[in-house]
């Protein structure tokens, strides 16, 4: 596949975002770079929230030398570039001071102080601007922020272990589906979420822990629900609550299932595993895709998006 100049650099600003991955919550995650003469004089990431944006710290690193290409240069940014003042001042003016050539935006913010008007701001100030390079790529770095401000519900992935028969315990009894490894990786998950949550009967039976223990991070908030604590989305919306694991039990993963309350499906299979009888897993439903698919020795892990969001 030909990758052009555009997306090239584009996936360098994707690369830079993720490093924002912790700290810039509740913002986005952004990535910048600056392009002259085919090569990079500056770039930069959204590294916490409350200081300098991407495109911010993007031209502070633009060495001395290399101001004076600013008038020739192209500004690749993974979002577009705010136009509103926060907590710290608007992007784009900063951008049409600065006097770049072109900026290229990977996709459009759908937060409702933006949407749109940084990309009419520059364009009003003469500035050659191309939207949409690598954009699923881009929406898809940030599908929690976009969920959030577009749902106003936290972003929900569904997530359980099961045998290669499709049982998630040994005859109602807990049983070690994961490996070392995939249990590592699910504490990584969880470090990069903001809350989970389990059924009662899971947590009066199992009393699991749900923090982070085998990777470093925050842990998630815990939450526990049942009929008479039901889930509120509002809620959460309104305590910040952007990401939101759901480890069951079977009861609780099938609620969502059936009410369509979901964004990621996390299934690992322990191809290895079999028992003779024990709580079914939950049911997939007909209309999902395959997101990717990782192996590790015996465990499988299969995420699943639902196929019309499928980007």
Known sequence: MIVTEDERWMRRCIQLAKNGR???????????VIVAGGRIIG???HVRCGEGHAEVNAFASVGTEDEALLKEATMY???EPCSHYGKTPPCADLIVRKGVRRVVVGCVDEFAEVQGRGIRRLQEAG??????VLEAECKALNRRFFTFHRLHRPYIILKWAQTVNGFIDDHGQPLQISSDFTQMLSHKLRAEEDAILVGRVTDEREHPQLTVRHWRGPSPRRLVVDHLHPLNLESLHAHGVQSLIVEGGAKTLQSFLDDGLWDELRVETNLAL??????PAPQLPAAIAVDHREQYGDNIIVSYKKRNELS
């Open 22 to 32: 912790q700290n810039a919550k509740p913002n986005p995650m952004v990535g910048a």
């Open 43 to 45: 770039e930069g990431f």
């Open 77 to 79: 940014v993974s979002l």
């Open 127 to 132: 500035i050659d601007v191309t939207v949409g």
């Open 274 to 279: 079999t028992v003779s009888d024990g709580t």
